[in-house]
């Protein structure tokens, strides 16, 4: 028997009383620890330092829609690119953001909505000089290994950022445009390269991974905006061999035509195999929040921004379980926690960048494609 057990025992000379008396001192207890439990989590929480609801419908919530992409310009403004019903796209650029001066501009258009079977992807790419976007809305069928070229269609939208307006608008089935990786040089070139055909061998699969050797046809051209003319163009092959029990597998260009040198010097690129080449973010901190992923590093080079994920993974993470998903700022490079946002508990993508205003970097995050919270890293 407890000490306080005897003394109401003794007090009250009933033994129900001591059996409330101990079960409500339990309670409490627990009630109190609860209380700060909840209180020391919402300090965890933090809360952004400003908040703006971009004016929009709501990113739709589709397993075969494409979601909202989120660019950070050269002049850290921002592009936001949000799906929209029927095909419909907005793009928005916002500016002076973290000001209460903040502005919206608008520009709408209007793509084939996808059709039973097809998946949607989409890219947002601006050139070095800060002057053109280019949106790409691609959809698409069939299978990758079947031997043949799968149904590919792109929307093409480019917008010239000076005026912001729409400069031109095409539909198309062209694989440099529809089926393509494409990348910006440093000169302005748009560089483009697509697989227009494939062979394996053998030529029949009954499962993927029973070829003994793919072979691709490359098609890639530098092409010049506004007016989207190619200034060169090469074709090249290339030949996978699959992994064996004791060898990794292995890829290389064994036919190339002799005016793919001009577009790999264009490119800068060491051969036709690493087009379209392009700026590639640098991964020098990558390791730094392990088991984390690594998202970007911020302008000023003080900061990168990683995922953080745990849970569990079933059937080779066919169904995965979330226990707590984060976006974290480490300071770099000492790798230092500064700024830990919860994220829900699921796989929804959520845009997330750092980028630099009055001296100080900002992580900011969008969330359903319209609601932008930004907070301030001290």
Known sequence: MYPDEREVSESTGGSTVLLLSFAMRQNMLWLTWLFLFLGLAKAQTPTPT????????????????????????????????????HGSWTLKRITAWNTDKLKEETLSFTGNPLTAGESGLEDLIVNPAGRYAVIRIRSFGGNLYDGT?????????????????????????DPLFAASEWSFAENGLLITAALVQRSTVPAQLKHPWEYTSIT?????????????????????????????ATSQSTSHVVKENDECSPLIAAANVRSAENL?????????????????????????GKFGLYECRTGNGYFDDMIVTTKTRDLVVLSLPDGKRVLTVPLPHNTKPVPALLASADDHTWLLVLRDGVNLSAYRIP
């Open 50 to 85: 400003t908040t703006y609801k971009i004016h929009a419908q709501k990113e739709q919530s589709s397993s075969n829609l494409p979601s909202t992409l989120f660019h950070l310009l050269p002049d850290q403004n921002l592009l936001v690119l949000i799906p929209q019903q």
């Open 149 to 173: 070229i799968r149904n590919r269609t792109a929307l093409i939208v480019l917008v010239d950022l000076q005026g912001f307006q729409v400069v031109s608008q095409r539909t198309t089935t």
């Open 216 to 244: 691709d046809v490359y098609q890639a051209a530098a092409l010049t905006l506004p007016g989207w003319a190619p200034s060169m163009t090469c074709h090249y092959e290339r030949v996978i061999h699959p992994a064996g």
């Open 276 to 300: 379209p080449g392009g700026q590639f973010p640098s991964l020098r901190y990558a390791d730094l929040g392990r088991p984390c992923q690594f998202a970007a590093e911020a302008p000023l």
